[in-house]
Structure formats: structure tokens, C-alpha cells
């Protein structure tokens, strides 16, 4: 958008390779462009946010992401992460079950 670019070479007497600011020619560090350009950037850049009340209220946080696998036998209990069993059993509801493993981090589920 011309908001930035990558510079490399003398700024004030000492050598920088970095962004700097299309206008002022400062650099300016990865952590303040969204702060700096963010706002300009959504307004013209045809980014929407999603508005719940808009789409049967929708929520982002029930979205699925989708794998395909191939079961060729009864599924048998498995071990994951925390936030994988939770995905598995979002869209299955009280048809599987979900235990943490004692402290591991990981949990079973049962189908």
C-alpha cells in the first residue's frame, strides 16, 4: 500500500536494515505497523469482519476445519492434545468422551 519499505543502508549516521516509513523515512519497527497502519489499511483494503447477528450468529470459535481420513475399522480410543479432542467432540457432542491423561497435557477420547 506504500505505507512502508524495506531500507537498508545510512539512517542519521548509522547503518539500518529495516522498514521505514514511505513519508518521513524513519524506521520504524515490525511492532508498531499494525498500530501505525493498521486503521488505513482495513479501510482500504476490503477486509470485513464477520458480524454475527448478521449470520444466524455465527461463531467463529464452533468453526470446523476439515481433514478427511480413512476408517477402515472401529475406532479405537486415542490420545491427543487438549484442543484437538475438543475439536473431535464439537461436532459429535455426548457421542464421545474426553479425558485428560494425569498431568500430560494430553487427553483420550472414546468414540
Known sequence: MGLIKHFKGPIK???????VDVKTG???EDKDIKPGC??????????????SDMFNSYDPK???LLQEVAIEHDLDQFEVSKETAEEFKRPHGDK????????????????
Open 26 to 28: 524513519e524506521p520504524v
Open 13 to 19: 549516521g548509522n547503518q539500518y536494515a529495516g522498514w
Open 96 to 111: 464421545v468422551e474426553i479425558f485428560e491423561i494425569a498431568d500430560s497435557g494430553e487427553y483420550t477420547v472414546c468414540v
Open 62 to 64: 464452533k468453526k470446523e
Open 38 to 51: 493498521g486503521e488505513y489499511i482495513l479501510e482500504h483494503s476490503g477486509i470485513r469482519f464477520i458480524e
